[in-house]
């Protein structure tokens, strides 16, 4: 099993930045796709932002040009650079990653991490 561990979630002013990280631990796994997700009180979960072992990313029309998300495929990490922030931003933000328990397995499964909150005051 894959378990993650996030970091870097806080108390910011609008406009202005940050950081957050999040390291999967385990053995014989393979991912192929990590990535952000977000949640606020009384709505759905929803994507922030994507990446692939391939360098592939995919971010949600409310964050780009804003949000820069990166990988570090050796050390099995991914990060969430947050650019000028805004109060819409304000959410308990997933770190998640879909993986293979062995490279030779025919499925994939996935794991959430525990979320951490970042808010953003006017």
């Known amino acids: 099993q894959v378990q993650l561990v996030e970091s870097g979630g806080g108390l910011v002013q609008a406009g202005e930045s940050l950081s957050l990280s999040c390291a999967a631990s385990?053995?014989?796994?393979?991912?192929?796709?990590m990535g952000w997700y977000r949640q606020v009180p009384g709505k759905q979960r929803e994507l922030v932002a994507t990446?692939?072992?391939?360098?592939?990313?995919n971010y949600a029309d409310s964050v780009k040009g804003r949000f820069t998300i990166s990988r570090d495929n050796a050390k099995n990490t991914v990060s969430l650079q947050m650019n000028s922030l805004k109060p819409e931003d304000t959410a308990v933000y997933y770190c998640?990653?879909?993986?293979?328990?062995?490279?030779?397995?025919?499925?994939?499964?996935?794991?959430w991490g525990q979320g951490t909150q970042v808010t953003v005051s006017s």
């Open positions: 998640a990653a879909t993986y293979k328990q062995y490279k030779w397995s025919r499925s994939e499964t996935s794991s």
């Open positions: 990446v692939t072992s391939g360098g592939i990313t």
């Open positions: 385990g053995s014989s796994f393979s991912i192929s796709r």
